[in-house]
């Protein structure tokens, strides 16, 4: 009679929610440290690639005469590499001419009516409206925009700043593309490690379903059936890690030997997506048969 009385007690109720809050945000923020660790190491080989290749490219710009402060070739090496390989050379090529519409328009436009608030605003707006016309996507008609807006506020009087901009771009770009196909990323470790992640999330998606089936545990149904869908996620990681091992094997050299291996992975994305389709159906009825009090045989 005691014990019922203490569970019927608002204030242990709410001690006993409070403790139960605060140790699912411990678990919680424990699970978010290990994946924002798993995050950097996933990204360490690109960022260490990127910083090198930043420098390398203002390294050369700098050697051309009249290239004191080359910002704009780490800038454009580092776009390039960020992007995902299979859709490097066009962005790249995206960026090179972007930044050429931006400098050129700009540099004639400072060199007739130089700079201020005016000239930012209309030199910025016609040169994402050429961007757009001569068929610009997204990137490029962005960085015309960018481009125009820098040599306007710091261009030096005179034709000719903007024009040395736009060659560190390109040195920029054209280096990065270069790292790309020589030095890529490896295109056999992301798709596994991403296949291997998707198949060991199933298995505990079933052990964890088994679990609640057992226990008749309707919160832990609930969670099962929202770690079931959460697997749309990795199959997404999986498809994108795929479709760029492929690019890179097609793209450099050195790594042609590798295509039937990379070939192999990104086959898995199909059979395994009818796979998470399936088990999130599994969860769903799990989930059902517990809610409603049904009885599943062992």
């Not at 040169?127 to 710091?154: E, F, R």
């Not at 869908?229 to 492929?246: D, I, N, Q």
């Amino acid at each position: 009679m005691g014990a019922m009385d203490q569970d019927g007690d608002p204030l242990q109720r709410m001690k006993l929610r409070a403790f139960d809050l605060s140790d699912r945000t411990i678990r919680r923020s424990r699970a978010s440290a290990i994946r924002r660790v798993d995050r950097w190491r996933q990204r360490s080989f690109m960022i260490v690639q990127c910083a090198v290749t930043a420098g390398v490219a203002w390294y050369l710009a700098g050697l051309i005469p009249g290239h004191q402060v080359p910002f704009l070739a780490p800038v454009g090496s580092i776009i390039t590499l960020g992007l995902t390989f299979g859709q490097r050379l066009r962005r790249g090529v995206e960026v090179a001419i972007g930044v050429a519409v931006g400098v050129v328009v700009a540099d004639i436009w400072v060199a007739i009516f130089h700079t201020g608030v005016w000239q930012i605003v209309v030199v910025c707006a016609l040169s994402m409206s050429i961007a757009t016309l001569v068929g610009a996507g997204p990137l490029m008609t962005i960085q015309a925009g960018v481009q125009s807006i820098v040599i306007t506020a710091i261009a030096p009087p005179g034709v000719g700043f903007g024009l040395n901009r736009w060659l560190d771009a390109v040195i920029g770009c054209a280096l990065a593309l270069l790292v790309a196909t020589i030095a890529p990323s490896s295109p056999l470790r992301k798709p596994g490690e991403v296949a291997a992640k998707v198949l060991n999330d199933m298995g505990e998606t079933l052990g964890l379903a088994v679990a609640a089936l057992r226990a008749d545990d309707a919160e832990a149904a609930s969670q099962v059936l929202e770690q079931a869908r959460a697997g749309e996620v990795s199959l997404a990681a999986l498809e994108e890690a795929a479709s760029e091992g492929v690019a890179v094997v097609r793209h450099s050299p050195f790594r042609r030997r590798q295509l039937s291996a990379v070939e192999a992975l990104a086959d898995l994305a199909e059979p395994l997506d009818h796979a998470s389709r399936n088990l999130r159906v599994l969860a769903r009825r799990c989930a059902i048969a517990i809610w409603r009090g049904q009885e599943v045989p062992a």
